[in-house]
Structure formats: C-alpha cells, structure tokens
C-alpha cells in the first residue's frame, strides 16, 4: 500500500504520517515515510530516528537531477531515474535512516538562499513512488508538501489512496474540496482525516465536508503537541491514529 499523506501547513500531516507508520509498525509491517515535503527538518524527530542523507544526493545532486528533467521536457520523453524497480532493500543505505522495520527515506530539501526552485525535488518524489516495488506486508507513507502542488505535479500518480489531513479551519474545509476535485482526476481514493478536533469542531466539518469520505478523527493530545514541540520521539497511543491504522489494513487486505 503506498500512500500520499496530504493538507495545509500546520494541519498536522507530518504528525498523523508519523503516528500512523508507528502503529502499523506495531503491528507487524515494515513502513517507510517517504519525506518528500523540501521544507519539512523535524519528521527523524518525530519518528525517533537520525537524519541520514537525501535520495537526490545519492543520485548526482540537484544539478544532475533538474538536468534530466530539462532534457525530457527539451525532447519530450518520459523522465526516469531509475534502470529497474526499487524494493525497500534497494534505497541506498546513505539515505535511509531505520530502526527495525521503521524506514524514513528523504527525497530533498531547500538549503540555501536562491538556490531554486523546487520541481526537481517533487520530480524524483513523483518517479520514486511510481518505481517502488512492495512486498505483501510493506506499507509506504509519503509525506507530501503542504498543499496541492504535489497533487498538480501528478505525485499521486504512483499512490494507492491519498489521505487529507484537515485541522479544525475553514481554510482545510476549502481545500478538501480541492484535494477531492485532483484525486478525481488522479483517478485515486481520496479519504478525510479530521486532526486537532473537539466534538463541535468535528461535527461541523463533517457536516461542510461530508461524511463519507471522514475514515478518522483525532483530538488534540496534549502529549503530542509536547513531543513535537520539543523534538521528542512520538509515543503517545492516539485513538483516531488506531482507526485509520485499521481502516488502511482493512484496504490493504481487500486489495
């Protein structure tokens, strides 16, 4: 099962991405967290793991990466990085961290000042996902950049389902709409998992968003809201966070 985990800034996507692989941990899967969002510094952190390099440095840089993409749009051919499918055993040991069958894997980040733009980061992301081969029991979680650019660089294109991580704001409400519209299009699952809630706050969202799609809600948790803020390991047993682990096995059994 490969999924997209999506929302705006601050909804809390990192956390939810984070919580949700240690639970299917838990329970007997190997997870990679693909971190393709280039301003996210904290997800090793929140998943209790060290930093470790970028698959963009370990396939020639930035540099060589955008000009690949360069040269396939110049001659119009279809980009790729890779000679063969990639299994969780094949990503270079320079840009994995892992404890067990916990993986993160980072694709890229922004480090200095006008250095560029972004699209050679979200490219190999989009390649990565499109290339990886899974085993029965494997579960990747991609951790995408806040909002719907990675939806409009077609990164879902390699996923399973995409997950709309949704704070309690009018703002989420407006972009679920969005995220829904480009899934459509995508052709992928899109499902709602509603961060940050209280029982009024949920009821209205549920019922501005429907409530089909909704397959978690999870309330703020005091000791999750410490740990990422301190840069502690998360640890906290989230009752939303066992919904969605279950309903994702649910998908995964029947797929």
């Not at 329970?27 to 969002?37: S, T």
């Amino acid at each position: 099962m490969k999924i997209i985990v999506s929302g705006k800034g601050g909804s809390g996507k990192s956390t939810v991405s984070s919580l949700l692989a240690l639970d299917l941990v838990r329970r007997g899967r190997r997870v990679l967290v693909v971190d393709a969002d280039e301003s996210n510094f904290g997800l090793e952190a929140l998943l209790g793991l060290d930093g470790s390099g970028e698959l963009m440095d370990c396939l020639g840089g930035k540099a060589a990466v955008g000009g690949k993409l360069r040269e396939s749009m110049t001659k119009k051919t279809e980009l790729s990085f890779f000679d063969r499918e990639w299994g969780f055993e094949d990503i270079p040991s320079d840009c994995l961290s892992a404890r067990g069958p916990l993986m993160l894997m980072q694709v890229g980040k922004i480090k200095t000042f006008g250095e560029g733009c972004a699209c050679p980061i979200g490219s190999l992301a989009k390649g990565f996902l499109k290339n990886l081969r899974l085993e029965r029991d494997d579960v990747a979680i991609v951790d995408a950049e806040a909002g719907v650019e990675h939806l409009g660089r077609g990164i879902a294109g390699g996923a399973d389902m995409i997950l709309a991580v949704l704070d309690p704001s009018y703002e989420s409400i407006r972009l679920s709409a969005k995220m829904c519209e480009m899934a459509g299009e995508a052709g992928k699952p899109i499902y709602y998992v509603l961060n940050k809630v209280d029982g009024g706050s949920a009821e209205h969202m549920r019922k501005a968003i429907g409530e089909d799609r909704v397959i978690a809600s999870i309330e703020r948790n005091g000791t999750v809201e410490r740990q990422g803020l301190t840069g502690e390991p998360l640890d906290a047993d989230v009752d939303g966070i066992t919904d969605l682990a279950s309903f994702i096995l649910g998908k995964a059994g029947a797929s």
